[in-house]
């Protein structure tokens, strides 16, 4: 109920209205009984943009953490997905594949659409990546057909890590149903379900016109993730060893400065040495700079106009001359 009222009342008419979408080839998605829609996979949008342009509902796996967030937004987007139909997946691989398996062919087995991503998550730069074959396993399993759909335009109208969407015109492009009963029984083959898996990723590279890589985006985004940790830890060891070159440095300066200061010390206690054993009268290590500021005050005073003044006052020969000029 919940998800029909998103559709038809709250978002369904104003994303019609702010994007436009368009969408090719909707008459090749039937009216009635199950079917897998498998789709490239290039923004968080996608999920929403496709049930918008198409009357029957889809419902589509959704990884775990959005239904076990914590604090009111954790709790409101556990709500919302719950609300909108969608379906809890760990993505851990092993028995959790199996169980998002399982949970995709309930839904099938109630005549419904199922809606996957066979890259196994959003491609990181645009290109189309190797499909996983658990899409194969469901088909095979449910003996529906699998129809191919190419989101356009999605990567640019919400970018990956972009909370609001720019507003432009997106696109649906919708494909012929594959038909795999030829391999019925055979799902527990391999090199049948790699086989099938290929075959809906080629179509999905006709209908979108991405590049096709044959390796999983979930490898690349591994080893992008631990380029960036490596890139990281060789930073840090970098700071590490310039913090520790310039602790190095920081300790021979201080080491330099012990030295020097000690042998200031030095000098001032030979100087005051010297001073006493030629009896001046100073005191201790002051000696040296009593000394020094006696000598300096003494010359500033034989300068002085002062000091000239009063060596004339007391000259005896200029008064035995003045004398002298007196008697004669």
């Known amino acids: 109920m919940f998800y029909w009222f998103l559709k038809t009342v709250v978002l369904g008419p104003i994303l019609k209205l702010l994007f436009r979408p368009w969408v090719e080839g ?11 829609l498998a789709s490239n996979h ?45 379906i809890p997946i760990d993505r851990s691989g092993g028995r959790a594949s199996e169980a998002a398996i399982s949970s995709g062919l309930k839904v099938l087995r109630k005549d419904e659409l199922f809606g996957i991503y066979p890259e196994g998550t959003r491609s ?26 190419a989101m356009i335009g999605t990567d640019k109208a919400q970018p990956t890590g972009q909370k609001l969407p720019n507003i432009m015109r997106i696109g649906v492009r919708i ?8 391999y019925e029984g055979m799902e527990n083959d391999r090199f049948v379900l790699r ?8 179509e999905l590279m006709l209908l979108s016109g991405q590049e096709y890589v044959d390796v999983y985006a979930t490898s690349l985004k591994k080893n992008v993730l631990k380029d960036t940790v490596q890139t990281a830890v060789a930073k840090a060891q970098e700071i590490q060893k310039t913090a520790q070159e ?8 201080a080491k330099a400065a012990t030295e020097a200061a000690r042998a200031v010390t030095e000098s001032a206690k030979t100087r005051s040495v010297t001073a006493r054993t ?16 006696a000598e ?23 008064d035995d001359e003045q004398g002298h000029r007196r008697a004669s």
């Open 296 to 318: 300096a005050a003494e010359a500033a005073d034989r300068t002085s106009p002062a000091a000239q003044a009063g060596q004339r006052e007391v000259d005896p020969t200029a």
């Open 42 to 86: 290039l923004s968080f949008s996608d999920s929403i943009f496709l049930p918008i342009v198409l009357s029957r509902r889809i419902t589509f796996p959704a990884k775990m953490e959005y239904f076990t967030g914590s604090g009111v937004k954790g709790r409101l987007t556990a709500w919302f997905f719950k609300g909108v139909g969608q």
């Open 246 to 253: 310039i602790q190095k440095t920081a300790t021979e300066a």
């Open 195 to 202: 086989s099938i898996t290929d075959e809906i990723m080629y």
């Open 278 to 293: 030629a009896g001046d009268p100073a005191d201790g290590d002051a000696a040296v700079a009593a000394g020094d500021s």
């Open 124 to 149: 990181p730069d645009g290109r189309l990546y190797k499909g996983k074959t658990g899409i194969a396993r469901m088909a095979l399993e449910a003996g529906c057909p699998v129809i191919p759909v």
């Open 26 to 36: 909707a008459e090749h998605v039937p009216a009635h009984g199950a079917a897998i």
């Open 175 to 182: 494909g012929a149903p594959l038909d795999f009963s030829r």
